[in-house]
């Protein structure tokens, strides 16, 4: 193989249903690459799976699967998709059941839940990154444990011959690399080329956003978004790749819009850290090569880390967001007027919580103190007043103190549509990392 | 002259947990000298007063002609916690971009 095409149709879970087949429809795709998670989707899923031990994946994989199943046979597709959530093996069932032609094959070991308390009595005290604290002090209200996994065991699965990879916490960008190790024989010591394939999976893995959709640069002039063109690596063996997208779709690719995702929810850009390998953002050379085509060479890589990163979520609480509309004149001045004694019955009544939060929708919630707008100017805000607590019972009480304020707070109070707001859970995450020898990956051929 | 960062650089952002990232890049990369003159990470956290609580940092990628502003505990708790319209911070590049800067005529 000289090259191989590479694209990304899903950048979450409810991303475009329609990308997918039109990346098949529209132009060659060797490897269909498909990211549906997030921090917050395994809690769901694990949420999901409580409630039903068939569940647990993305429910909207199978049903596409079943309707790409032709392309995939006849043009020799395969794809690789980490839909399978908190429950790879279901998500691999069904797509037998609706797609029987297919060979699907699932990457295994990433879910740690069952091994949780056997984890913490040898020692693994999987302390939250940002704040410190063990793991021990949220155990009983642990939802779902993950190990963000690699690329190896996935391009061992694709080794299987599979048309169809089923992954649990697979990192993103990892989906993107294992079809380069499985046709390019690339080492798990290649740190360069490894490095390679991480940013060329992370420049597609938001979907749209590297093919001209959230860019900033000329938005207004980006032909067609409604018809937006997926994103298409076409990587070659030496680590240098292309970025494209087939002709007459919709969006735009350019330097500007791929610079904008390298930068994308990235940290120390010299170290970005992933299972398989450190890369260095720094080294990445960007440049224009053509309509719609963008070259990207020099990316160095270092040795990846001794440990790998949990994705842990737990129940952490309860939280309400209610809303009034207050209009010209003075429309900022009702609103704060308003939160003054919504805040104030509040603390008559004794509730307390973690946080209350307001925000003048449609003067400061998007840029708080940098939207510098002229507030007798504001022809009309949304008080929104958010509460967090452990305490469900106080969060619900706060439910009942905004609607009053339209006949006892300042004058024109409306738009509280369909009257009290929701009180929802609260699944937080909790970052944290144990040494990779504890994750065993395996894989399983579904037949 | 006092220009807005915006007609010099572009920028996307997002989260990490209760960390926002908020990339700004030269429009050209004769301009990358006055985003790193100009938006230090001091600057940078004054803009958003107490919008960010914690330390901002901010990581240089001359590769790219931008900078990478890690801003910790800026999105109100974060993920799933958070209160807010933009708990994911992805109008926060928008808000930086308007920040006045000062430049040399010389310099456009």
Not at chain 1, 82 to 99: D, K
Not at chain 1, 396 to 423: M, N, Q
Not at chain 2, 31 to 45: F, S
Request: glycine share 10%.
């Amino acid at each position: 193989m000289s090259m191989i095409r590479i694209a990304n149709g899903q950048g979450f879970w409810g991303d475009w249903l329609e990308a997918p087949a039109r990346l098949l429809e529209q132009g060659p795709v060797d490897y269909l690459m498909l990211d549906y998670l997030a921090e917050v989707t395994m809690s769901i899923l694990q949420k999901q799976r409580r409630a039903d031990t068939n569940l647990g994946y993305a429910r909207d994989f199978p049903p596409l699967i079943a309707g790409i199943a032709s392309h995939i046979r006849d043009r020799r597709v395969r794809v690789i998709a980490n839909a399978g959530g908190v429950n790879p093996i279901a998500c691999a069932r069904e797509v037998r059941r609706l797609a029987p032609g297919l060979r699907v094959a699932v990457v295994l070991g990433d879910d740690l839940f069952d091994q949780l308390d056997d984890l913490l009595a040898a020692g693994h005290e999987m302390r939250n990154m940002d704040n410190g604290e063990p793991l021990a002090s949220i155990r009983p209200k642990v939802l779902s444990v993950n190990a963000y996994t690699g690329a190896f065991p996935v391009a061992d699965a694709l080794a299987t011959g599979a048309d169809v990879v089923i992954t649990g916490r697979c990192a993103d960008p990892a989906l993107a690399l294992a079809p380069m190790i499985h046709e390019f024989g690339w080492q798990s010591t290649d740190w360069d080329r490894l490095a390679a394939g991480i940013v060329a999976g992370h420049s597609i893995e938001c979907g749209a956003q590297s093919s001209g959709g959230n860019c900033q640069v000329d938005w207004t002039t980006i032909p067609d978004l409604a018809n937006i063109g997926y994103p298409i690596v076409e990587m070659e063996p030496d680590g240098n790749f292309s970025v494209t997208k087939h002709p007459g779709t919709g969006g735009r690719i350019d330097s500007h819009g791929i610079k904008e995702q390298l930068i994308y929810e990235i940290g120390d850009p010299a170290r970005y850290i992933t299972p398989d390998v450190v890369a260095d953002f720094t080294s990445v050379l960007v440049r224009d090569d053509g309509p719609d085509r963008v070259r990207i060479t020099g990316v160095k890589g270092s040795p990846a880390t001794p440990t790998l990163k949990l994705s842990v979520s737990y129940l952490w609480g309860w939280k309400s967001i209610g809303t009034l509309v207050y209009s010209y004149p003075d429309a900022v001045e009702k609103a704060r007027a308003a939160d003054r004694i919504v805040r104030q019955r509040l603390e008559q009544l004794g509730l307390r919580f973690d946080e209350i939060y307001t925000e003048l929708f449609g003067f400061n919630a998007c840029h708080g103190p940098a939207a510098r707008t002229d507030e007798k100017a504001v022809a009309e805000v949304q008080l929104r007043i958010g509460v967090r607590g452990h305490d469900k019972a106080a969060v619900d009480r706060f439910t009942r103190e905004l609607i009053p304020l339209v006949l006892s707070g300042p004058p024109g109070g409306t738009g509280y549509g369909d009257g009290r707001p929701a009180v929802r859970e609260v699944v937080a995450f909790w970052p944290a990392l144990v040494p990779r020898e504890v994750i065993r990956p395996s894989i399983e051929v579904v037949e | 002259m006092r220009i807005p960062l915006s007609r010099i650089a572009h920028g996307r952002s997002g989260d990490k947990g209760d960390t926002a990232n908020v990339g700004i890049i030269a429009l050209n990369d004769s301009y990358y000298p006055i985003l790193r003159r100009e938006l230090t990470a001091e600057r940078v956290k004054a803009w958003f007063g107490d919008f960010v609580l914690g330390e901002v940092i901010r990581y240089e990628l001359p590769n790219l002609s931008a900078l990478n502003f890690l801003m910790h505990g800026a999105l109100g708790g974060g993920g799933t916690l958070s209160l807010r319209t933009d708990a994911q911070g992805k109008t926060l590049s928008s808000a930086l971009l308007r920040m006045e800067i000062e430049v040399d005529e010389g310099e456009m």
